[in-house]
C-alpha cells in the first residue's frame, strides 16, 4: 500500500492528462494537447529512475496513455509538420527496455532484505526452537536461489539489449539456468505453505519465474509500440506533404526516416500496406513471430500471442486499442 497509492495518484494524473489532451485537440488547441503530452512522457520518465518490477509496470501503463493521447491526434490529422517530428525524435531516442537489468537488481536487493529480516524474525523466536531453525535454513535456501535466478535473469536481458533482441524469448528457461524445478510442480500445501515436491527451498524462486517472465514479455510489447508510433509520425508526415500515405516504408528513406524501421521482435521490417479508404495497415509480428495479418488475437482466440498492430480509428476485429 506504501507504494501502491502514490502510483495509483500518479496514474489518475496520467488519465486526467490524457483526457485534457483529447479535449484540447477537439478544439483545435493542438499545442496544449502537446504540451499536456510532454507532462504525460515526464511522468513515465519520472517512475523509470525507480528500480522495482511495480514501479516499471506503472510506467508501462502511463507509457500507454501518452501513447493513446498521441494517437487522437494522429488520428484525426491534428498534429502539424513540427509537432510529428517532436514526436519521432522523442519515440526514436526511447527505450523502456533500458531499466530491466537495474530494475532486477532492485528487485534481487530488495528480495534479501526482506528475506533477511524474516530470518532473523525467525532466529529471536523463543517458542518451538527446532522448528524455527528448521524454517530459517529453508528461508535462506530460497534466499539463494531467488538470488541465483535472478542473476539469471540480469545477464540474460543485459545480452538481449546488447543485441537488440527481445528481452523475453520462448526458448528460454530462467529456471533450468537458475538449477530451479519446473514452474509445473510448484504446489500450496494445505497448511498455506509454500512446498514444490521435495523442493522446498526453492519455491519463493519457482512462483517468481512465471511473474518475471510475463514482465519481460510486456517491456517488449511496450518498447515496440514505441516504435511502431515513431513509424507513424513519419507516415503522417509524408501524408501531410503528398495528401497520401506512401506505397511502402522504402518512400520514407531518407527525408522521413533514415533507414526502414526494424521489428523488434524479428529483426525483419514492420509489415506495412496501404489501405483503399486512405489508412494503412502497420505491425509487429509480436511475441510468436509469425504474420498473423496485423491480428491482435490468435487462431485460438488467445489475445496478445499474435500481432501488435497501430490501431486504425475504427477498430477491426482482431485489433488491440494499446
Known amino acids: ?10 496514474k489518475s494524473w496520467a488519465r486526467v492528462l490524457s483526457l485534457k489532451s483529447s479535449a484540447q485537440l477537439a478544439t483545435g488547441n ?10 504525460l512522457f515526464r511522468l513515465a520518465e519520472l517512475l523509470e529512475q525507480q528500480p522495482l518490477l511495480i514501479v516499471q509496470l506503472f510506467e508501462i501503463a502511463i507509457n500507454s496513455i501518452s501513447i493513446r493521447a498521441f494517437w487522437q491526434g494522429w488520428a484525426d490529422h ?4 513540427e509537432q510529428l517530428i517532436w514526436f519521432q525524435n522523442y519515440f526514436s531516442a526511447r527505450d523502456i527496455r533500458q531499466i530491466v537489468p537495474g530494475m532486477c537488481m532492485g528487485e534481487r536487493s ?8 524474516f530470518i532473523q524474525g525467525k532466529s529471536g523466536s523463543e517458542n518451538n526452537r527446532s522448528s524455527n531453525v528448521m524454517e530459517r535454513v529453508i528461508l535462506l ?3 539463494i536461489a531467488s538470488f541465483r535466478l535472478f542473476n539469471v535473469i540480469i545477464d540474460s536481458t543485459r545480452k538481449s539489449l546488447k543485441a537488440g533482441t527481445p528481452l523475453f524469448k520462448a526458448d528460454e528457461n530462467f529456471a533450468d539456468s537458475a538449477g530451479i524445478p519446473e514452474v509445473s510442480k510448484f504446489e500450496k500445501s494445505a497448511t498455506g505453505l509454500l512446498s514444490v ?14 511473474a518475471v517472465t510475463l514482465a519481460l514479455a510486456k517491456f517488449d510489447r511496450a518498447q515496440v509500440t514505441i516504435e511502431l508510433a515513431a513509424t507513424v509520425c513519419a507516415l503522417e508526415r509524408y501524408w501531410l506533404e503528398n495528401d497520401r500515405y506512401p506505397e511502402n516504408l522504402t518512400s520514407l528513406v531518407p527525408n522521413y526516416l533514415p533507414e526502414v524501421p ?5 529483426g525483419e521490417p514492420f509489415h506495412y500496406q496501404r489501405r483503399e479508404e486512405g489508412w494503412f495497415n502497420l505491425y509487429s ?7 498473423n495479418d496485423g491480428n491482435y488475437i490468435d487462431e485460438q482466440g488467445k489475445a496478445g500471442n499474435a500481432d501488435y498492430p497501430w490501431p486504425l480509428p475504427v477498430l477491426r476485429v482482431g485489433q488491440r486499442f494499446f
Do not use: F, H
Open 30 to 39: 493542438a499545442e496544449g494537447a502537446l504540451e499536456n503530452i510532454q507532462t
Open 110 to 117: 530488495l528480495s534479501n532484505v526482506l528475506s533477511g529480516l
Open 78 to 81: 491534428r498534429w502539424s509538420g
Open 1 to 10: 500500500g506504501v507504494i501502491l497509492n502514490p502510483l495509483s495518484v500518479i
Open 141 to 143: 535456501q530460497n534466499q
Open 262 to 266: 526494424l521489428d523488434l521482435m524479428n
Open 197 to 210: 515436491a521435495g523442493n522446498a527451498y526453492k519455491a519463493i524462486a519457482i512462483k517468481l519465474v512465471p
Open 285 to 291: 509480428v509480436g511475441q510468436n513471430k509469425t504474420d
